[in-house]
C-alpha cells in the first residue's frame, strides 16, 4: 500500500544532481495541511522545480557544452520537461477527477530522466 504524496514532497531525477521539492497548487485538491498531489501535477517548473545541475546527455545544453569540452561531462542547469502525467497513481483513489499520487509513481522526462518520490509529504494516509 502506498503512501499518499501531498505538496512539499521530497523528489528526485536520476539524472539531477540534486533532490527537489514538488508544488501542489490547491486548486479542487483535498487538503490535509498541504494539498494532496495527483498524477496530473506533472507541469515543469509550476509542480516539478528544477533538480540543480542535469548530467543527461539527451539534454541539448549538456550535450553541448560536454562537446565543447571535448568529450568532458559537463553538467548544464536542469530544466525538468515532463509531457506525460505521473504513472501509475492510485486507480481507486480520485481527487479532482484524477487518481491520487502515490509513493511509488514516477515521471520521466524528455531528456530520460526518471523522477521519482523520495518522501511524499506526510506519513499518515495510505493510499492503495
Excluded: E, R
Excluded at 52 to 69: H, I, K, L, Q, R
Amino acid at each position: 500500500m502506498g503512501m499518499l504524496v501531498c505538496g512539499g514532497a521530497n523528489i528526485q531525477c536520476t539524472f539531477g544532481a540534486a533532490p527537489s521539492v514538488l508544488n501542489v497548487l490547491p486548486q479542487a485538491k483535498v487538503m490535509n495541511v498541504m494539498a494532496a498531489a495527483t498524477i496530473m501535477d506533472n507541469k515543469p517548473i509550476v509542480n516539478i522545480t528544477p533538480f540543480g545541475m542535469c548530467m543527461s546527455m539527451s539534454n541539448p545544453m549538456v550535450a553541448a557544452a560536454t562537446a565543447a569540452a571535448l568529450g568532458v561531462l559537463t553538467p548544464m542547469p536542469c530544466i525538468p520537461v515532463t509531457t506525460a502525467p505521473w504513472a501509475p497513481g492510485s486507480p481507486t483513489v480520485m481527487i479532482g477527477g484524477n487518481p491520487a499520487l502515490n509513493n511509488s509513481s514516477k515521471l520521466m522526462c524528455a531528456y530520460g530522466g526518471v523522477i521519482s518520490v523520495n518522501v511524499p509529504g506526510q506519513t499518515t494516509i495510505n493510499v492503495p
